[in-house]
């Protein structure tokens, strides 16, 4: 339950999507009811932009959850948009998230309370299916 866990949680079923995203049970340790899958398209097409409402300015560590499985891409394009502008980074969703088995940290990143906090998930380049499950914001 996104609800019981620390921080600000940003589930699948609230992030803004384009393109298409599967609804999916298959897998052990997911946030929520279900995770989401891009059925492997890889053409750029899908994006899922997960937004927080932070509650205060100050650093935030980000975290991305998803389900890993030897089927996912090792080069899931991920955008976090933090005061200091942006950062890109590729994600490799085969090994298993760190954290709980739910989160990869992505780093510590300032924010603005009221302006814009975001991470941005995209099939853009990527070589198996690509996941997106949740963000969350961890107040440093």
């Known amino acids: 339950d996104a609800k019981k866990l620390p921080g600000i949680v940003v589930d699948d079923d609230e992030a803004r999507v384009t393109g298409e995203w599967k609804e999916s049970t298959a897998g052990k340790t997911f946030v929520g009811d279900s995770f989401r899958h891009d059925g492997n398209a890889c ?11 932070l509650p205060k300015s100050g650093r935030y560590e980000v975290r ?3 389900v890993s499985n030897s089927n996912r891409s090792t080069k ?8 200091g502008g942006t950062k890109r980074m590729i994600v490799n969703q085969k090994t298993p998230a760190p954290i709980d088995g739910l989160f990869l940290s992505l780093g510590q990143f300032e924010f603005t309370a009221g302006q814009p906090a975001a ?3 995209s099939n853009e380049g ?3 299916y ?4 949740a963000v969350q914001w961890l107040p440093q």
Do not use: P
């Open 119 to 121: 991470v941005v998930v």
């Open 130 to 133: 690509v996941i997106i499950d």
């Open 43 to 53: 053409d750029g097409k899908a994006t899922a932009r997960f937004e927080a409402k």
């Open 64 to 66: 991305l959850g998803y």
């Open 126 to 128: 990527a070589d198996g």
């Open 76 to 83: 899931t394009a991920v955008e976090i948009i933090y005061a």
